[in-house]
């Protein structure tokens, strides 16, 4: 895996810095229309550096989006990528650095992914998603989520500028933070999970815990240090790759419009509380203790008291919601759900088992009652 370049002061003349010691002039800026207003999303788009600027994108990425970005990057003789903002601007930007130089006239997806020296550079405009530091992207291929994914496609530079944090909407930046917390606990136990990834999630589910709160209520330090976590989580969730709560999230937010961190969030609540059960049935020794090492992590005394912590936390933060789920919607969510994050997941999870976590959800309720 490349090294990157990480950059969290004076971000701008850091990327004048760079660009022109790379000699770069034509670079495609790929952004969201409310990014490009903010004063940092100003100076990048009108840098004389950026040849294009790329908007035509939506939340969860369609592939024909992808298609008019590659389209973009090649009408306009760019020679970099840069992509500003969430989750979705990255995915694209990923997207076109692993397309662009692919044959246009066959579908992208069904060609290999041959590395290239184009430039990638992405600044997150949210503290959650971590794409900037994973080599993968998700889009929407005919409505069905589809992963991109190339060692090549992680970000050479990330920018870190946590002062454009200050313009996100409270409602996103409880979801974005939920979605790092979701990279933290899944990447703890994931199958793929190493002492690595596990410390990387250590490290950033302390720093979000400790600043959450003051984060929320517009502290400018405390924004900074969940940037950082969120890119921690990134790193994190790149070696071990997501589990069931994310396998599970991606129809949700389809089928009704949910954020994708307060999706992932809200079946982490129910997939956790089943992993325990399922290890202490199963007497899964090793799994018990990497759950006990992630109560402690959480502050808690037990795996059980932080599955509690956790949904408290949900309902602290007003998304601890009930979906209004249909038995129509029960069974496209059951059978939708990603198998190769599944294998994954640290405890086999039957289909009847996704089903009832769903009816569970519909009905905002855990399996302890007492809870």
């Given at each position: ?26 670079i ?82 069904q ?7 184009i430039?990638y ?26 992963s ?38 899944e ?41 950082s ?20 999230s ?57 599955v509690?912590?956790?949904r ?58 007492s809870?």
């Amino acid at each position: 895996m490349k090294e990157q370049k990480v950059v969290s002061e004076h971000v701008y003349d850091a990327f004048l810095e760079i660009v022109e010691d790379r000699n770069l002039s034509r670079i495609l800026l790929i952004c969201g229309r409310h990014v490009a207003k903010t004063p940092a999303g100003q100076c990048f788009v009108s840098d004389k550096h950026v040849a294009a600027v790329f908007q035509e994108f939506e939340p969860n990425p369609s592939y024909e989006s992808v298609v008019q970005a590659v389209s973009c990057f090649r009408e306009n003789h760019c020679d970099a990528v840069m992509a500003v903002g969430g989750g979705s601007a990255m995915d694209v930007g990923k997207c076109v650095k692993a397309f662009a130089n692919m044959d246009p006239t066959v579908s992208f997806l069904q060609q290999t992914i041959v590395p290239n020296d184009i430039p990638y550079f992405a600044m997150p405009t949210t503290a959650g998603t971590g794409s900037e530091a994973t080599s993968f992207a998700v889009i929407y291929y005919e409505g069905e989520k589809r992963s991109v994914g190339d060692p090549s496609c992680l970000p050479d530079v990330v920018f870190l500028e946590s002062s454009i944090l200050a313009t996100l909407p409270p409602d996103q930046k409880k979801a974005t933070m939920l979605d790092a917390i979701c990279h933290c606990v899944e990447s703890f136990w994931a199958v793929n999970a190493t002492e690595e990834s596990r410390e990387y999630a250590g490290e950033a589910l302390r720093t979000i815990l400790d600043h959450y709160q003051a984060y929320l209520a517009g502290d400018a330090k405390a924004a900074k240090q969940m940037l950082s976590a969120s890119y921690c989580a990134g790193k994190a969730i790149n070696i071990s790759k997501t589990t069931a709560a994310h396998a599970m999230s991606y129809k949700l937010t389809k089928l009704f419009g949910i954020p994708h961190g307060q999706a992932a969030a809200l079946n982490l609540a129910f997939v956790w509380e089943q992993t325990l059960i399922q290890a202490e049935r199963e007497e899964k020794k090793a799994l018990l203790d990497c759950l006990e090492r992630l109560a402690g992590l959480w502050g808690c005394a037990s795996a059980k008291e932080a599955v509690r912590s956790y949904r408290d936390l949900l309902k602290e933060l007003d998304l601890w919601i009930r979906v209004p789920v249909t038995k129509e919607d029960l069974k496209t969510l059951t059978e939708s759900v990603n198998e190769e994050r599944l294998k994954n997941h640290p405890v086999a999870l039957s289909q009847e088992t996704i089903r009832e976590m769903y009816v569970m959800l519909s009905e905002g309720r855990m399996r302890d009652e007492s809870q």
